[in-house]
T-cell receptor, first 116, second 113 residues
């Protein structure tokens, strides 16, 4: 069974441009999470989907970030316009069910975004 | 809010040495605790977890015990190998918060032959 897949693995864009990151979760996983690690600091939560609905978007830094999850399957995270401080590694994770104690989250390999 | 603090790296060890990575946490409720590992060029993988006080998580020779009295979850391995070179992240989650993870800053471990 395929794991969590993220595209692209690397992206280098200029300040002011738009970038869209994609995450394909494990099939059947209702929960999808986005996280990012900036400049070697801690990995921070961005948002949480349950199926196609945003359950928690408290970690989204500002309105330049837009996340969607079409039909409760794959998710995209768009940054528009990108700023230098958006550089970092963006991780996606998925897990089964909701309200289950400690259901394991499976992570993708991450997308390394560099804004120049 | 919740937070996780872990020792900063890098930690450089010789093969067969003993490894300890300290992790302490602050949480509003009753969290579950995790150690994730990121090997070079790979994504995050769950290494071990503990769901309640005094639970011990173990995997691949690594162990960590959930200590509620000291709010700690220190990671230990008695004899490291070169293949253990990676970045280790301590994390917590709460079911009431949608199981989102709160991570520490990560500790890079380098094991030399």
């Amino acid at each position: 069974e395929a794991g969590v897949t993220q595209f692209p693995s690397h992206s280098v864009i200029e300040k002011g441009q738009t970038v869209t990151l994609r995450c394909d979760p494990i099939s059947g996983h209702d929960n999808l999470y986005w996280y990012r690690r900036v400049m070697g600091k801690e990995i921070k939560f961005l948002l949480h989907f349950v199926k196609e609905s945003k359950q928690d978007e408290s970690g989204m830094p500002n309105n330049r970030f837009l996340a969607e999850r079409t039909g409760g399957t794959y998710s995209t995270l768009k940054v528009q316009p990108a700023e230098l401080e958006d550089s970092g590694v963006y991780f996606c994770a998925s897990s089964q069910g909701l309200g289950q104690l400690n259901t394991e989250a499976f992570f993708g390999q991450g997308t390394r975004l560099t804004v120049v | 809010g919740n937070s996780v603090t872990q020792m900063e790296g890098p930690v450089t060890l010789s093969e067969e040495a003993f490894l300890t990575i300290n992790c302490t946490y602050t949480a509003t409720g009753y969290p579950s605790l995790f150690w994730y590992v990121q090997y070079p060029g790979e994504g995050l993988q769950l290494l071990l977890k503990a769901t309640k006080a005094d639970d011990k998580g173990s995997n691949k020779g690594f162990e960590a015990t959930y200590r509620k009295e000291t709010t700690s979850f220190h990671l230990e391995k008695g004899s490291v190998q070169v293949s253990d070179s990676a970045v280790y992240f301590c994390a917590l989650s709460e079911t009431a918060a949608g199981n989102k993870l709160t991570f520490g800053g990560g500790t890079r471990v380098l094991v030399k032959p």
